[in-house]
T-cell receptor, first 111, second 117 residues
Framework: EDQVTQSPEALRLQEGESSSLNCSYTVSGLRGLFWYRQDPGKGPEFLFTLYSAGEEKEKERLKATLTKKESFLHITAPKPEDSATYLCAVQAEYNFNKFYFGSGTKLNVKP | ETGVTQTPRHLVMGMTNKKSLKCEQHLGHNAMYWYKQSAKKPLELMFVYSLEERVENNSVPSRFSPECPNSSHLFLHLHTLQPEDSALYLC????????????????FGNGTRLTVT
């Protein structure tokens, strides 16, 4: 069964304290893996797409990496404005209309 | 207007009411989606429309009825809902290019917060 698991469920960091969020997945043929950021009361905002193992994408303090079984979202020297819930989703080759989402990691960065 | 717009932002309805959620996308995409988001649970796919044709109905109860009159508009008609249907309902769109392995990501609206009393 295709599924996505994110860990940890919640993460508290001090401003400047770097860390990583994990997204492990099982899918029969990965078409793409997506990272989103969701702020309270808003819809998910697209961050990155990764297509193949070894690929990396960066945006400001965020860097996403992909292996054959998991993806990491590395946050370098986070700021309070990085506080949000980060969602991971995978898209299968055999059914590209379906995006399987994880439950998310709620990140809280304290000043 | 840009992106994906959903109305209303908040909705409170009784179990015997009938209401509709509206979604409009201004991105020129050809696929639209309804997702349900409940606390601490993954987003649940409800319906997918591709080129205005329903291609996915993810075992959703018949009290939820989607409508896609054109590629820019999507509705979710609600009737005789249950309290457990209270959730954030998210609309999304994407661009599908047949034969293209690089599918576009989902672009979401800000959702309708539904409370069923």
């Amino acid at each position: 069964e295709d599924q996505v698991t994110q860990s940890p469920e919640a993460l508290r960091l001090q401003e400047g304290e770097s860390s990583s969020l994990n997204c492990s997945y099982t899918v029969s043929g990965l078409r793409g893996l997506f990272w989103y950021r969701q702020d309270p009361g808003k819809g998910p905002e697209f961050l990155f797409t990764l297509y193949s193992a070894g690929e990396e994408k960066e945006k400001e303090r965020l860097k996403a990496t992909l292996t054959k079984k998991e993806s990491f979202l590395h946050i370098t020297a986070p700021k309070p404005e990085d506080s949000a819930t980060y969602l991971c989703a995978v898209q299968a080759e055999y059914n590209f209309n379906k995006f399987y989402f994880g439950s998310g990691t709620k990140l809280n960065v304290k000043p | 207007e840009t992106g994906v717009t959903q109305t209303p932002r908040h909705l409170v309805m009784g179990m015997t009411n009938k209401k509709s959620l509206k979604c409009e996308q201004h991105l020129g995409h050809n696929a639209m989606y309804w997702y349900k988001q409940s606390a601490k649970k993954p987003l649940e796919l409800m319906f997918v429309y591709s080129l205005e044709e329903r291609v996915e109905n993810n075992s959703v109860p018949s009290r939820f009825s989607p409508e896609c009159p054109n590629s820019s508009h999507l509705f979710l008609h609600l009737h005789t809902l249950q309290p457990e249907d209270s959730a954030l309902y998210l609309c999304a769109s994407s661009q599908e290019v047949p034969g293209d392995i690089y599918n576009s990501p989902l672009h979401f609206g800000n959702g309708t917060r539904l409370t069923v009393t």
